[in-house]
Structure formats: structure tokens, C-alpha cells
């Protein structure tokens, strides 16, 4: 409803006797009741919208999800290996550009927390510089992530799982219990869950991490033990039921080498878009690693790394591509996920 729709609605009901031109006694008096009315009616199509998973947003979709047990993820800080020459105490502090991290446990590979939340703390690798100084200390490397630093769920992501909840009923160990209770976990970004894979009352889940790529040691042994730990296996001490052996596996990484006929715009050379090259199919790879947990397998096709490397500046045509040696897409199974190896030109 329109202010002006409801003006004239209002000015309908007025006697035609009294003068209700523009700029008329009545005119004037309708006409700010009529924009409060529009008002409202813009705020009651928004309170409507919030009303339902499908087009609520923010807080309004936070509040229905939870009403279904399916809680929005928190930003999350990330956990990363720290290489020194000494034994660093639990406490200490360490920089690198504007980011600071905190050693959690201590060792000359020390286990480090971000003390900003989010995705911030996957970015950086290289040297550190003590907060404050530290006797002999030489090395102070940043090096792998162990559990991914995860920013707050988007809303894309939260009503996916709403929906996901409402279609398939998680309840006492059953395939989407398993799968619900594991993506909710910190650093995980995907599952996989394998009923009876070892005989009755074992179960695998096969994770992919939080930025889709394959998960660190570490994180495995985290799920392991929240899921079901190793020592107290089958006894329900984790999320597992009294009696499910559960058993948590990352996926598997498959190099992919591509070899391909790429024709440059002249003036460019190979060097100037060898590293965009990259970036592109990376940035096809990463999509495509997205589904990994909703698709039977994933297959890297031809086509798409072609039509991706099109994209390139300075890249004129493209054909005649292979992949691992064949010219066929490559056809992973359901546990694997592609990682670029090498693009050679030819």
C-alpha cells in the first residue's frame, strides 16, 4: 500500500462538497496521516518477511533456526603450529602484521590461538615478533593451521542447515544426527557419514575443513575425540550413542597436473600469467569443494578449467587441455577432492 493509494482511498471517503484539491485544509491534513499509514505498511511486509527461514535475515532468521535447535556458528579463532628454538611458555605472545596470536600449548612446536576471531587468522604465515622479548629466542615461525579460524555463520549458511534439519530428522545416532552435531563443530566444514562401514555398530565420517580443504591431524583428533573418543570408544562419552564405534578420517587430497595449449595475447608471456592462471583454476577448484558433502563425487571437468582460465588477461584461446595425462574429466571419488599440482604450456 502506497501513500498515494492510501490518500486517495482517505480523500474518496470525503464528501465531494469540500474542497479536496492539493494544497486544500483536508488535503494537508490527510496527507501526513497517509505517509505514517504507508509507513506501517513497509514495516508490517518486513515483520511478514522475518517471519519465515526463507526470507528472514539476521537476528529474525538467529531466532527461528533456534527454534529448532539449530544454533547460528560464532566466529571462531583459529589454532595454528609455531616453530621456535626454545621452549615457549603457555602465555606468551606473538605478532605478525596486525594480528596477534598466544601460545596455548607450549614446545619448540608450539600450539598457538588467534586472539582475533574470525578467518583473519588463517592468512598469514612467515615470521613472528615476540610481544615482549624473550631470552634466545631465534626462530618464531607461523606455519600450518590446525583448526581453521571461522568467521560468524552467514545466513545462506544458517537456513541451508535450518532446512537440512527440517527435511531429515536428527535423532539418537542416525545418519543426520551424525551429520548435524559434526558440522557444528569448530574447523569443520563438511561431512560424510558411512553407517555399518566396519560391521555393526561402527560408523565413519569422513570431514573436509572449514576452508575445504583437507583437515590437519590435529583436527582430526578433535572431532575423534568430541565424536567419540579413542580410549572410551563405544562407550557414549562423546556426541557417538552407547555402542556406535565411530571413527573420523579426512578426506583425500588428488593432485590434478594440467597441460594445455594456451594462446596469449600478444605482448604477453607466459610469467606475466602463469600466477592469474592459478588463481583462476584455484578459485574453480574452491567451488567445486564446496559440494564436496552434498555430492556422491566430485568431478573436475575440462570445460570449466578452460572456461575459467578464459577469463585470464592475456589469455587470447585455450584447447587441447589434459588432465593427470588424459583428455577426459577427472572423476574423483566420494572421499577425494581435487588440489592444483602443476599448469604446464604447450
Request: proline share 3%.
Amino acid at each position: 500500500m502506497t501513500y498515494e493509494e492510501i490518500l486517495n482511498r482517505m480523500l474518496d471517503l470525503v464528501p465531494s462538497t469540500i474542497d479536496k484539491r492539493q494544497g486544500s485544509v483536508i488535503y494537508n491534513a490527510l496527507s501526513p496521516a497517509a505517509i505514517e499509514l504507508s509507513n506501517m505498511y513497509i514495516e508490517l511486509e518486513k515483520l511478514k518477511d522475518s517471519s519465515y527461514a526463507d526470507t528472514a535475515t539476521g537476528e529474525s532468521l538467529t531466532l527461528r533456526a533456534a527454534e529448532r535447535g539449530v544454533n547460528r556458528k560464532t566466529a571462531t579463532a583459529a589454532i595454528r603450529k609455531g616453530i621456535f628454538n626454545i621452549v615457549i611458555p603457555v602465555g606468551s605472545r606473538f605478532g605478525i602484521e596486525d594480528i596477534t596470536y598466544v601460545v596455548i600449548e607450549s614446545g619448540t612446536e608450539a600450539i598457538l590461538r588467534c586472539e582475533q576471531l574470525g578467518e583473519i587468522g588463517n592468512i598469514y604465515n612467515g615470521t613472528m615478533l615476540p610481544i615482549k622479548y624473550i631470552n634466545d629466542l631465534t626462530t618464531c615461525e607461523l606455519t600450518d593451521i590446525l583448526i581453521p579460524g571461522e568467521s560468524e555463520e552467514t545466513d545462506d549458511s544458517l537456513r541451508i542447515r535450518y532446512f537440512d534439519n527440517l527435511e531429515s530428522q536428527a535423532f539418537g545416532g542416525n545418519v543426520a544426527d551424525y551429520k548435524e552435531k559434526t558440522k557444528a563443530l569448530n574447523g569443520v566444514g563438511g561431512v560424510k557419514v558411512y553407517p555399518i562401514w566396519n560391521g555393526g555398530g561402527t560408523v565413519k565420517l569422513v570431514i573436509i575443513d572449514s576452508t575445504f580443504n583437507k583437515p590437519s591431524s590435529f583436527l582430526i583428533d578433535e572431532v575423534q575425540t568430541a565424536i567419540d573418543p579413542v580410549l572410551n570408544s563405544g562407550e557414549g562419552l562423546g556426541i557417538a550413542p552407547i555402542g556406535h564405534v565411530a571413527t573420523v578420517a579426512a578426506v583425500e587430497e588428488v593432485i590434478v597436473n594440467i597441460i594445455s595449449n594456451i594462446t596469449l595475447v600478444e605482448g604477453y608471456i607466459w610469467e606475466d600469467v602463469e600466477p592469474y592462471i592459478i588463481d583462476a583454476v584455484n578459485s574453480y577448484f574452491s567451488n567445486l569443494k564446496q559440494t564436496w558433502d552434498s555430492e556422491n563425487n566430485l568431478v573436475v571437468r575440462i570445460s570449466q578449467i578452460e572456461s575459467s582460465i578464459l577469463q585470464v588477461t592475456g589469455v587470447l584461446d585455450i584447447q587441447n587441455t589434459s588432465l593427470n595425462g588424459t583428455v577426459t574429466n577427472l572423476i574423483l571419488t566420494e572421499v577425494q577432492i581435487p588440489v592444483l599440482g602443476t599448469v604446464t604450456q604447450v
